[in-house]
């Protein structure tokens, strides 16, 4: 079946350290991949999307490409922020022609920045 | 504009109760997925609605779990004889459509308790 696989937490680095979050995922067809973020006390935000094979997704300094042949959508910051301390979920949906479904969610990774 | 909406914010019911928890989406959003997020764990898929049409409850757990969205709207799940591994963020999503380019739009959750 279809499922997301991500590293476990808690990730704990220090402010401008480099951040990867793994990611590997089972799917049949051609999944579109995503990033969410989930701040404390907030509701799930998306962070990036990729939709197609070698597409790299990009928001607030963050990047992941979807990458078929590792079946991989690691999630990376170069220099992350006090500000940047939530849980990440990765996510895919099946796709259906141009239509997608639910989405599949990983277990989550908590990310503490400390300063 | 608005995002999705959900009440109450907070729920405890006495384990064998019924509870029915409210979704208002995004105005003119055709589809709405409902998702359950464990303590620790990534947000599992319930059901989905296309307007009015429950298109796939797949994912409910149990025969005491019932979603409706009767004029296409809002939508309500409604859990009957509330047992404790019913306790859990049930969060509520809407989208544009089913497009692949579409993103679900997240509300904050219902936290239910069952005690």
């Known amino acids: 079946g279809n499922s997301v696989t991500q590293m476990e937490g808690p990730v704990t680095l220090s402010e401008e350290a480099f951040l990867t979050i793994n990611c590997t995922y089972t799917a049949t067809g051609y999944p579109s991949l995503f990033w969410y973020v989930q701040y404390p006390g907030e509701g799930l935000q998306l962070l990036l999307k990729?939709?197609?094979?070698?597409d790299k997704g990009s928001n607030k300094g963050f990047e992941a490409t979807y990458r078929k042949e590792t079946t991989s959508f690691h999630l990376e910051k170069g220099s992350v922020q006090v500000s940047d301390s939530a849980v990440y979920f990765c996510?895919?949906?099946?796709?259906?022609?141009?239509?997608?479904?639910?989405?599949?969610f990983g277990k989550g990774t908590k990310l503490s920045v400390k300063p | 504009g608005a995002g999705v909406s959900q009440s109450p914010r907070y729920k405890v019911a006495k384990r064998g109760q019924d509870v029915a928890l409210r979704c208002d989406p995004i105005s003119g959003h055709v589809s709405l997925f409902w998702y359950q997020q464990a303590l620790g764990q990534g947000p599992e898929f319930l059901t989905y609605f296309q307007n009015e049409a429950q298109l796939d409850k797949s994912g409910l757990p149990s025969d005491r779990f019932f979603a409706e969205r009767p004029e296409g709207s809002v939508s309500t799940l409604k859990i009957q004889r509330t047992q404790q591994e019913d306790s859990a963020v049930y969060l509520c999503a809407s989208s544009l459509g089913q497009l692949r380019n579409y993103e679900q739009y997240f509300g904050p959750g219902t936290r239910l308790t069952v005690t």
């Open positions: 996510a895919l949906t099946r796709n259906y022609g141009g239509s997608q479904g639910n989405l599949i």
């Open positions: 990729a939709t197609k094979a070698d």
